[in-house]
């Protein structure tokens, strides 16, 4: 932490947090990212600093017992340029706009900023909240449809395929991850001409375990799996959409971009993948998909999770792009 221009335990209706994050040559993660950080962790690096403003200004001091903070949207996520190895420091400004508090509960908005000395990397609006344990034990999710419903559980027309590591049948081709950022054991469903378009729809299946390792690197005493996982998942679950509609042909030694630079994203969260929970559905149907041929490939596609039969996660338009490496 750099800088905070407010006093601690003042819930200030506004403030700002300056701190930094070390991007580190020969991190894990840029072997999972085709030599970029994964979307994910560029995420968790601009909401983290957000917990620990949220915490430092106490405004949990309401809420009674046993605390959690989640977070519950983004709006305006906008990768500038990717994260590479040789970014060296980025300087995250979080700034706080408003709170509000109701029944025992305080939700806090900010505005963050990641940048280095070349100009902006990824900016974002995103609000999160203090939550009572039983409070996220009663949660209900998105709204749910018959229609969703019934989508989520038709029947699919080919066989399910597995991306586990080692053997999967998805699991070698380019860009499907492996190892810790692997959010994603199978393919149950796929529609070639599914979805509103009729551009093609796909279901993916997580089983989840106890003993995740993320679930041991979250908050203390707190284990979730992180909303940011979630995203990954929906991006993993794009990209094996992309391959099951035999769009990557033509395209040599592809590269991912995820998410494409410039392109908004926006998410809701009203869930939790807690250890206790049985398994996660992601669903994902394209809705544009601009083709070069040779050169690369553009989907703008909507996602949505399940967890245990509970709607959890949407994010209503983001895109992944496949290009020819240089």
């Known amino acids: 932490m750099l800088s905070v221009d407010v006093a ?3 819930a200030p ?32 690096a601009l909401l983290q600093p957000c917990g620990w403003f949220a915490s430092y200004c106490n405004f949990f001091a309401d809420t009674e017992g046993d605390v959690a903070f989640r977070n519950l949207d983004g709006e305006n996520c906008i990768l500038h340029r990717p994260i590479k190895p040789d970014m060296g420091t980025l300087t995250l400004t979080t700034k706080l706009t408003r709170f509000a508090k109701a029944g025992g509960t305080s939700i ?4 963050v900023l990641c940048e280095n000395d070349d100009g902006p990397v990824m900016t974002l609006e995103t609000d999160f909240g203090f939550f009572s344990p039983q ?15 019934a989508r989520r559980d038709a029947e699919s027309p080919v066989p399910e395929l597995s991306l586990l590591d080692g053997g999967g049948e998805l699991a070698h081709l380019p860009g499907m991850k492996s190892g810790m ?27 989840i375990h106890y003993d995740a390792w993320y679930f041991k690197a979250h908050f203390f005493e707190d284990p979730v799996q992180p909303g940011s996982l979630g995203l990954e998942a929906l ?41 206790k929970r049985n398994e996660v559905v992601t669903e994902v149907e394209a809705l544009k998909v601009d083709i070069v041929e040779g050169e690369s490939v553009t989907v703008e596609v909507f996602g949505t999770q399940w967890v245990d039969g509970l709607r959890i996660y949407e994010v209503p338009s983001f895109a992944v792009r496949v290009r020819a490496a240089d």
């Open 13 to 44: 209706n506004e403030g700002t947090l300056v701190s930094t994050f070390e991007v580190e040559p020969d991190a894990w993660y840029f072997d999972e990212g085709q030599g970029h950080m994964p979307f994910a962790v560029i995420v968790e």
């Open 108 to 111: 806090v908005f900010f505005e």
């Open 235 to 275: 991006i993993q679950s794009a990209r094996a959409l992309v391959h099951m509609k035999g769009w990557l042909e033509g395209i040599d030694n592809p590269v991912w971009e995820h998410p494409v630079v410039g392109f908004p994203l926006s998410w809701k969260y009203r869930g939790q993948v807690v250890p």
């Open 135 to 149: 409070i996220l034990e009663d949660q209900r999710g998105l709204p749910m449809t018959e229609e969703m419903l």
């Open 181 to 207: 950022m692997r959010m994603l054991d199978k393919v149950t469903g796929f529609w070639n001409e599914g979805g509103e378009a009729g551009l093609g729809r796909i279901r993916t299946w997580q089983e």
């Open 8 to 10: 601690p335990v003042s």
